[in-house]
């Protein structure tokens, strides 16, 4: 029997003190996020490539440690496909994990002035009804928290 899917979205933006050349370089690069994000333990490139359309795709294996109650965390591999538009200054990023678990980040990275730089962040989350709330709050979090980490670090390391 196949699970209800529910299908929720946000959006999340911030400003961050660092040319746009910059912030989108360092973003890009999987590997900080490590340091950025609360749930990621590592991440390591499985495979790179261009698409049919030409974009640059790699799909990264990430291992993250999702907390369930109080102190009780889940270990947790999946898969990521991130595709770098950098003519657009765009990264969309893929996610598909156990059970029928679906994340589609898109983050747009424009230059607000000379040295600002606007990250919208747009998610959609395909997850089973009964899962839905906690994984949509779980991403959310976790994101705000990867968006004011790269916010604070990246304007500390400017000054």
């Not at 003519?87 to 589609?104: A, D, K, Q």
Request: hydrophobic share 40%; proline share 3%; glycine share 2%.
């Amino acid at each position: 029997m196949n699970a209800i899917i529910k299908k929720t979205s946000y959006e999340i933006d911030i400003v961050v003190e660092r040319t746009l050349a910059d912030v989108f370089s360092f973003f890009s690069d999987l590997q900080n996020h490590v340091y950025l994000h609360p749930l990621l333990k590592s991440v390591r490139i499985a495979q790179q490539f261009r698409d049919e359309e030409g974009q640059n795709v790699t799909i990264f294996e990430i291992q993250e440690r999702v907390k369930v109650w109080k102190s009780i965390f889940i270990p947790k591999t999946y898969l990521a496909h991130r595709v770098l538009l950098e003519e657009e200054n765009t990264c969309i990023f893929t996610v598909r994990s156990f059970p029928s678990i679906s994340l589609s980040c898109t983050y747009q990275f424009t230059a607000s002035n000379t040295n600002h730089t606007h990250i919208l962040e747009q998610v959609t989350i395909n997850a089973p009804l009964g899962l839905s709330s906690f994984v949509t709050k779980t991403a959310r979090n976790a994101h705000l928290t990867l968006l004011r980490q790269l916010k604070q670090y990246l304007e500390k390391k400017n000054n």
